[in-house]
């Protein structure tokens, strides 16, 4: 099996969902007392989360980047990074460490195409519905975002920080994103991305009358994919 390292800790909450899930799909694939060989990093979110929301990107990225030097530095052969919104800073993590790193969108772009859609309305942190790093990503597979409108983006994005980031689920909270997914459907998503790895605590197949795509768990199942592959030929050139 191959050695993933984990960027974690944005937030803790999240992070103890990868960890979980990892494990489990790596014993479904192989039985027994299997489980995922991982080197995971926590960072501190209270650093990160001030950076973000001052719009420091590039201290983000010094600080994950950091990190991930030190995952490579143990023997890491690629990267995840069990959040969202740090995807902002992924080129400039694998730049710094030379490792691949499994972006979050891609798995996401591909469960979406394959079920023959291509207009989804996005939930997330307002990094993540706002700035076109996601957008952009899931734009250029040919899927279309909607985000919830100006009141609806401050709402969700203070629940995920205030609420979810600290593990509280509420149900007004719940209505809350359940009235914002009913918006978007009207405007004509054919699907709600969970784009924030900590949403699918919240909300589940019953809040939405269109599927869900919940970006952590595609993310997890992406990554178990890669922890279980053959390694490439030595001078395959792949």
């Known amino acids: 099996m191959r050695l993933l ?9 999240s992070t103890e969902t990868y960890y979980r899930l990892l494990n489990e799909g790596v014993a479904a694939r192989l039985g027994g007392l299997h489980s995922a060989r991982l080197l995971v990093h926590s960072v ?24 991930a030097r030190g995952l490579r530095d143990g023997g890491a052969e690629a990267l995840v990074l069990a959040t969202n919104t740090m995807h902002k800073v992924a080129d400039g993590i694998e730049a710094a460490t030379g490792l691949p790193l499994l972006h979050i969108a891609d798995p996401t772009a591909a469960a979406i ?7 989804v ?12 790093f996601y957008i952009a990503r899931l734009r250029a597979a040919g899927i279309e975002c909607l985000v919830p409108d100006a009141a609806g983006r401050a709402e969700v994005h203070r ?3 205030d609420e979810l980031c600290h593990d509280v689920v509420t149900e007004t909270s719940r209505e809350a994103y359940r009235r914002v997914i ?17 949403i699918d605590l919240l909300v589940s197949a019953r809040d939405s009358a269109v599927p869900l795509f919940d970006t952590t768990s595609l993310h997890v199942a992406a990554s178990v994919d890669w922890l279980l592959a053959d390694p490439p030929a030595v001078g395959s050139g792949s």
Do not use: K, N
């Open 44 to 67: 501190e979110f209270e650093e990160v989360a001030r950076l973000q929301h001052a719009g420091d990107w590039a201290g983000t990225e010094a600080i994950l980047a950091d990190a």
């Open 5 to 13: 390292g984990v960027l974690g800790g944005m937030s803790w909450t």
């Open 182 to 198: 009913g918006q978007l459907i009207d405007r004509g998503a054919q699907a709600i991305v969970l784009g924030c790895t900590e």
């Open 113 to 119: 195409t394959a079920a023959g859609l291509d207009r």
């Open 159 to 161: 629940i995920i920080y």
């Open 121 to 132: 309305g996005l939930l997330a942190t307002a990094f993540t519905m706002e700035q076109d």
